[in-house]
């Protein structure tokens, strides 16, 4: 069963950085995409950015694009989102998530707090 699990979230204060961390087990995931997205109270939850395992086929929301970047350590299992120049409206819990090729995602994580403050 896959598990994802995050970490690295926090408060800090406007144009600081923070690096969010997503452990996965449970499964071999080099056929997986891993994205992470969040949530703000009283909004949807949106999509920040994904990146298929091998590191290609990566993508991110216009409002992160050139300060967040998303990578990952295949030896550690682990996806990271590298958040840089961060915004109040960066506040949110974000989440990773997992799906395969041609599949929605369908394994989430328990979500970590992101707090900016200006």
């Known amino acids: 069963q896959v598990q994802l699990v995050e970490s690295g979230g926090g408060a800090v204060q406007d144009g600081d950085s923070l690096r969010l961390s997503c452990a996965a087990s449970g499964r071999t995931f080099s056929n997986y995409f891993v994205g992470w997205f969040r949530q703000a109270p009283g909004k949807e939850r949106e999509f920040v950015a994904s990146q298929h395992w091998s590191g290609t086929n990566t993508f991110y929301a216009d409002s992160v694009k050139g300060r967040f970047t998303i990578s990952r350590d295949n030896a550690k299992n682990t996806v990271y989102l590298q958040m840089n120049s961060l915004k109040p409206e960066d506040s949110a819990v974000y989440y990773c998530?997992?799906?395969?090729?041609?599949?929605?995602?369908?394994?989430w994580g328990q979500g970590t707090q992101v707090t900016v403050s200006s």
């Open positions: 998530a997992a799906r395969t090729s041609g599949g929605s995602y369908n394994h």
